[in-house]
């Protein structure tokens, strides 16, 4: 039996799939079905059941499915708790004895859920709510008492978990999931 917490933004959903194998993707097809979104492909991963492990494996995504904020390269044994990605979702891996969901108390909150969706950390959120406020690099600095170079490490980190390239889509983004 494979358990799941799916997440997408404030939506948290159980999941169990009672099989040794689970495709996870947008097709009718797959045993953990996600909501059409672009990011996700038809049968993006596939989670087996080995034994006593939980094996993961990307199934050839255009995108990439991460696992605890590190792009998934071969298949990898999963834990409980440990935070798989695909597009905007987040699966988390739920022990077999664990029958509540997983509660984010900590992740309260639209900038909770950004960290729970993109693994970005609470500076970054702060950041990003500070570029959506329209503020540059330099103001950014000033207000966090940081360099430049540090706000413009963090834009880096983030353009990277997010996707978004330019300021204008990290504006975009942060409008889509509410921190803006």
Same mark, same amino acid.
């Given at each position: 039996?494979?358990?799941?917490?799916?997440?997408?933004? =404030?939506?948290?959903?159980?999941?169990?799939?009672?099989?040794?194998?689970?495709?996870? #993707?947008?097709? !009718?097809?797959?045993?953990?079905?996600?909501?059409?979104? !672009?990011?996700?492909?038809?049968?993006?991963?596939?989670?087996?059941?080995?034994?006593?492990?939980?094996?993961?494996?990307? *199934?050839?995504?255009?995108? #990439?499915?991460?696992?605890?904020?590190?792009?998934?390269? *071969? =298949?990898?044994?999963?834990?409980?708790?440990?935070?798989?990605?695909?597009?905007?979702?987040?699966?988390?891996?739920?022990?077999?004895?664990?029958?509540?969901?997983?509660?984010?108390? *900590?992740?309260? #909150?639209?900038?909770?859920?950004?960290?729970?969706?993109?693994?970005?950390?609470?500076?970054?959120?702060?950041?990003?709510?500070?570029?959506?406020?329209?503020?540059?690099?330099?103001?950014? *600095?000033?207000?966090?008492?940081?360099?430049?170079?540090?706000?413009? =490490?963090?834009?880096?980190?983030?353009?990277?978990?997010?996707?978004?390239?330019?300021?204008?889509?990290?504006?975009?983004?942060?409008?889509?999931?509410?921190?803006?």
């Amino acid at each position: 039996m494979i358990r799941l917490n799916v997440q997408d933004g =404030s939506r948290r959903q159980a999941v169990v799939v009672d099989a040794a194998c689970a495709r996870i #993707g947008r097709s !009718p097809e797959c045993e953990v079905q996600l909501p059409s979104d !672009p990011t996700v492909s038809r049968i993006h991963a596939v989670l087996e059941r080995l034994g006593d492990q939980l094996v993961l494996s990307d *199934a050839g995504s255009r995108n #990439g499915t991460w696992v605890n904020g590190v792009q998934l390269g *071969a =298949s990898r044994s999963l834990a409980p708790s440990d935070r798989i990605r695909v597009g905007p979702y987040v699966l988390v891996v739920q022990s077999d004895d664990d029958a509540l969901l997983e509660t984010a108390d *900590a992740n309260e #909150g639209a900038s909770g859920r950004l960290q729970l969706l993109t693994g970005l950390s609470a500076r970054e959120v702060e950041v990003l709510r500070l570029v959506a406020a329209g503020h540059t690099d330099a103001e950014i *600095a000033t207000t966090l008492f940081v360099s430049i170079k540090t706000v413009q =490490s963090h834009l880096d980190r983030m353009r990277d978990k997010t996707g978004c390239r330019r300021r204008p889509e990290l504006l975009r983004y942060a409008i889509d999931h509410g921190v803006a």
